[in-house]
């Protein structure tokens, strides 16, 4: 399994990024896929979470109707689309998979065993 992060970088209050995470050595039907955060000084978060055959992901309240996760699966990408962005956003942001089948996601990091290095996202103030 391989995860490969990117998209990041620096925005203005109010803009958008699109990250990108490149999957390999897996298939995204026996997988759950998350997107975490880390912020200097800051616990590990969940962002956003997949089930690997839930139509409907997992938001932490806070980013819920500005960030979108999806997956493109002839690609083996998945994305996580930031609209809105505040400087509360700044963080490193990683891709993380987990084993997994039916409907079940999960916002626990301990459950994952795979992670990308990360890209980092700045919310300028």
């Known amino acids: 399994v391989q995860l490969v992060e990117s998209g990041g970088g620096m925005v203005q209050p109010g803009g958008s990024l699109r990250l990108s995470c490149a999957a390999s050595g897996f298939s995204f039907n026996a997988a759950k896929i998350a997107w975490f955060r880390q912020a200097p000084g800051k616990e590990r978060e969940a962002v956003s979470c997949?089930?690997?055959?839930?139509?409907?992901?997992w938001y932490r309240e806070s980013v819920r109707g500005r960030f979108t996760i999806s997956v493109d699966k002839p690609k083996n990408t998945v994305f996580l689309q930031m609209n809105s962005l505040k400087p509360e956003d700044t963080a490193v942001y990683h891709c993380?998979?987990?084993?997994?089948?039916?409907?079940?996601?999960?916002?626990?990091?301990?459950?994952?065993?795979?992670w990308g290095q990360g890209t980092q996202v700045t919310g300028a103030s």
């Open positions: 993380a998979h987990a084993p997994g089948d039916g409907l079940f996601y999960s916002y626990d990091a301990g459950e994952y065993d795979r």
């Open positions: 997949l089930g690997p055959n839930n139509p409907f992901p």
